[in-house]
């Protein structure tokens, strides 16, 4: 198999939606006619598995989350080393943001563990995990 057109690190793409104060926060790849975009999460099992490191309005750098090396996450809420993070409940301020798995029901995105204790608005040490679905009952 021939790998070209290939990159590491963070990629650029243009941006769906204003990411300009957005750095920390998980986006995902949205389809707009043919065109990749970073987009901020609808839902919180959408698959936003990038990391904004340079929001903008019309273009955007955001890192691929990886398990061989922690990020910093905007954290809503607070969370403890171990905790598993999900991504917070879109509603138009933390879109993009993680949290604490709650113990409510639903169905969740398990995207990393906490590495350290956090409180509400902090970048959030964090190792991706890509634990996949969670349902609470």
Do not use: H, W
């Amino acid at each position: 198999m021939t790998q070209t057109n290939v990159k590491s690190g963070p990629i650029i793409l243009s941006s769906a939606d204003d990411l300009t104060a957005k750095n920390g926060y998980l986006v995902k790849i949205k389809n707009d006619s043919g065109k990749a975009k970073f987009a901020l999460p609808d839902a919180t099992t959408d698959l936003a598995l990038f990391v904004v490191v340079d929001g903008g309005d019309t273009t955007t750098a955001a890192l691929p989350i990886s398990p061989e090396r922690d990020v910093r996450l905007k954290l809503s809420g607070t969370c403890n080393p171990g905790d598993v993070l999900v991504l917070a409940v879109p509603d138009g301020t933390v879109d993009g943001a993680v949290r604490a798995l709650p113990a409510d029901p639903g169905t969740y995105r398990g995207i990393a563990i906490a590495e350290e204790v956090g409180a509400d608005g902090q970048d959030i040490l964090a190792r991706p995990a890509m634990i996949g679905y969670i349902t609470q009952t």
